[in-house]
């Protein structure tokens, strides 16, 4: 991780954060790593909270390590908070995005659950189930734009992509497993190959 930003946060600068999350927390319908794009240029490009490595960071450690997906929320919120001041402060970045987070998306998925469910035969609720498919794969494709444009790669470096590709096509048509795709790109990352 990079040296902490010196940031000085009002408790206004605080209820902005959470009212973020907050409002992301209903557009995470592919799961919250569908919103880090948007959470990239609210935390990085317009408030200038976290740099570009410390997102980067917080998202790669909360994906390798065990646990929920949303452990990257918690990491953002905790560099925020570490920017602001220190530890405790910290504490109150994760403490204010996870809860932000997971708050209204949880309330909304139990009542829609429940009301699908019963309504599960209707015609409008398999057509909606069938159109949010195409939506979640770009809220996912937007997320790895995100991620891999952040790191200064450009359309010169064309085995990183044409291994994106490649890896994207396996998961779709076959069933081979994801930690034999992730071991092959270690592979050839170790090899200097991409």
Known sequence: MTEPLALIFTLQDWFT????????????IGGAITTAPDMHRFLVDQQHWLTDAQFNASIAIAQAAPGPNVLFVALLGWNVGLNAGGMLTGLLGVLLSL???????????????RWGHRNR??????????????????????????????????????????????????????????????????????????
């Open 121 to 194: 035969e209707l015609r409008a609720v398999r057509a909606f189930k069938q159109g949010m498919a195409p939506i979640v794969v770009a809220l996912l494709m937007a997320t790895g734009w995100i991620l891999a444009s952040a790191n200064g790669s450009s359309l010169n470096d064309w085995p990183v992509w044409l291994v994106t590709v490649a890896t994207a096509l396996i998961v779709w048509r076959t069933r081979t497993h994801l930690l034999w795709l992730l071991g092959a790109g270690a592979l050839l990352g170790w090899y200097g190959l991409i």
């Open 99 to 113: 809860l932000g987070i997971l708050i209204p998306s949880t309330v909304l998925t139990y009542v829609a659950s």
């Open 17 to 28: 954060l959470f009212l973020h999350y907050l409002t992301l927390s209903l557009l995470s």
